[in-house]
């Protein structure tokens, strides 16, 4: 009786983790319309984006007229066709976003079921689809996007290469695939599976298998296809170019200091990787001390596959260090390796193997934790941000609840329910975010409210004077002229609008200093938000 029930929960419980990563893919299209372009990161490339067509750029990204060495121009790739489909909106380029990621989560699939077993490559899918760090990615970064993608391509078809032969079609799909990588992203998210390939063979013994790759003639390919951009930039920009380069797609300049880098990338890793980050460590132990995976394949070569996962993981990570002012999107090319290892893992969980169905019950232990810690920091900070105070604490409620669920599964040994359980907890918490969490915080992510008073009230010339360079956002709505003031007092008598009032927009903390630069006169609030305030002082 007992057999007959594993063997009918075994098949139910896949079914239930597929149908969850299903709907977290599914959940990234979700409410793409409802917010406006958010501040920082998106914002910021759609600025970009626009100036590039605008300005027909095929060499240098602008940003406000200057050049803007964050990463390539094809970076900007998808916010320019977003744009082009829907002009003015973000709902282009987030809907490409969105799709380029589930075809990672398809692409991470494939390579599992090639190389581990059809149940194994689902399970790694899901890991994936279902990981903190895709959906931040799909709604802020499409260039990482777009570059893990195009990397995990070119890395699929190496390790078919070394595991069932090489041939000419695959490496030079691979090596095309890495050079574009480059034009998308930089030299370092091109070059970095060649390191952690080099490091795999070296340890596992197989080092003869590298010639397999033709790494030389196929570096070779990569220069000479990226040679012409690259070369062209060298030229116009001068030297320092080069140095911005090696920090691509996050070459701009560091908010923190540089040796905070290592304790930012362990913070990626457990968040970006998130819930599943919590079973990593039990996935690498199995890799490292079963070589065997659940496909066969020849001899040689039989430990690369997995053994390159851990290189690749670690490797992609250690990149990281050269840009600290990386946002969290930036694990989601490490985030393929951790979802190929921890795959297989629940597969053999979900199999009824009794030492990995206890790796995810301490790892249900782990989420009930942190889970509970988060929810209690967001709800008590909620009432501080002055705007969606209801709406964070429904989602720190649903948190809590999500936190908790595969720690009672193990409770009530359903020990097989704990991996969809686990997988629930972003799913669910990506639908509540899309649909009311970010609506709510409009005006703390954007400062689109400013921007529609500035256009009621002003007239059409009128400059915005600012305390600090402008929001992303605030430049892609404010049509006139943005001005950042270095004089304030003078800079209010010589930007006077033909109504007879000066226009200023700045932080709340900052109010008592502009009202000090306009005195005697009154400062009158047009509008008030939690990222910035817009306010009039008469003549």
């Not at 692409?107 to 760090?133: D, E, M, P, W």
């Not at 200091?257 to 990338?265: E, G, I, L, N, S």
């Not at 193997?353 to 009930?368: C, D, P, S």
């Amino acid at each position: 009786m007992n057999g007959a029930w594993r063997r009918l929960c075994y098949p139910a419980a896949m079914r239930a983790l597929i149908l969850v990563g299903g709907l977290a893919l599914l959940a990234l299209f979700l409410g793409l319309d409802r917010v406006d372009f958010i501040d920082h990161r998106e914002a910021r490339d759609a600025v970009v984006a626009r100036e590039i067509v605008s300005a027909r750029e095929i060499l240098t990204p602008r940003l406000g007229g200057q050049p803007w060495f964050e990463k390539p121009l094809l970076g900007y790739g998808l916010e320019v066709a977003g744009a082009r489909l829907t002009p003015g909106t973000p709902l282009g380029s987030r809907v490409l976003r969105a799709g380029a990621a589930v075809l990672l989560a398809l692409l991470v699939g494939a390579i599992g079921v090639r190389h581990f077993g059809k149940r194994a490559g689902a399970c790694a899918a899901v890991v994936f689809a279902t990981s903190l760090a895709l959906p931040v990615a799909a709604r802020s970064d499409g260039a990482q996007v777009l570059a893990a993608g195009v990397t995990w391509l070119a890395i699929g078809l190496w390790l078919e290469a070394l595991t069932r032969g090489p041939s000419a079609g695959r490496l030079l799909a691979a090596y095309g695939s890495l050079a574009i990588v480059m034009l998308i992203a930089g030299p370092l998210p091109a070059l970095w599976p060649f390191a952690a390939m080099a490091l795999t063979l070296r340890r596992a013994g197989l080092w003869a298998l590298w010639s397999r790759l033709q790494p030389v003639a196929g570096l070779s390919l990569i220069v000479g296809i990226v040679l012409p951009w690259y070369g062209a930039m060298l030229q116009r920009e001068g030297p320092g170019f080069l140095v911005r380069a090696l920090a691509f797609p996050y070459g701009t300049p560091a908010t923190t200091p540089w040796y905070t880098a290592p304790a930012q990338v362990l913070g990626y890793l457990f968040v970006g990787l998130y819930p599943w980050s919590t079973v990593l460590a039990a996935a690498v132990l199995r890799t490292t001390g079963r070589g065997e995976t659940t496909a066969p394949r020849s001899p040689a070569s039989a430990v690369v596959p997995e053994r390159f996962l851990i290189g690749a993981l670690v490797v992609s990570l250690v990149t990281l260090l050269i840009a600290p002012g990386a946002p969290l999107s930036s694990i989601l090319a490490a985030l393929p390796a951790m979802a190929l290892l921890v795959g297989p893992l629940i597969d053999r969980a979900l199999a009824g193997e009794v030492l990995w169905q206890r790796a995810l019950g301490q790892a249900a232990i782990v989420l009930a934790v942190t889970g509970t810690v988060a929810g209690w920091l967001m709800s008590s900070q909620s009432r501080r941000l002055g705007v969606g105070d209801a709406e964070i604490r429904l989602l720190s409620s649903v948190l809590f609840v999500a936190s908790w669920a595969p720690l009672l599964a193990t409770f009530v040994r359903r020990p097989r329910a704990v991996p969809a359980l686990l997988a629930l907890l972003v799913t669910v918490g990506n639908v509540l975010v899309s649909w009311r969490t970010l609506p709510a915080l409009t005006d703390l992510v954007t400062t689109r409210a400013v921007s529609e008073s500035m256009a009621q009230v002003a007239p059409a010339d009128a400059a915005l004077l600012l305390l600090e360079p402008p929001p992303p956002s605030l430049r892609l709505r404010a049509e006139r002229p943005l001005v950042v003031t270095g004089d304030l007092r003078a800079d209010l008598r010589a930007f006077r609008a033909r109504d007879g009032h000066t226009y200023v927009a700045f932080r709340q903390e900052r109010q008592s200093e502009v009202a000090r630069s306009a005195s005697p006169a009154a400062l009158e609030i047009l509008a008030r938000t939690p990222a910035l305030c817009l306010a009039r002082i008469a003549d």
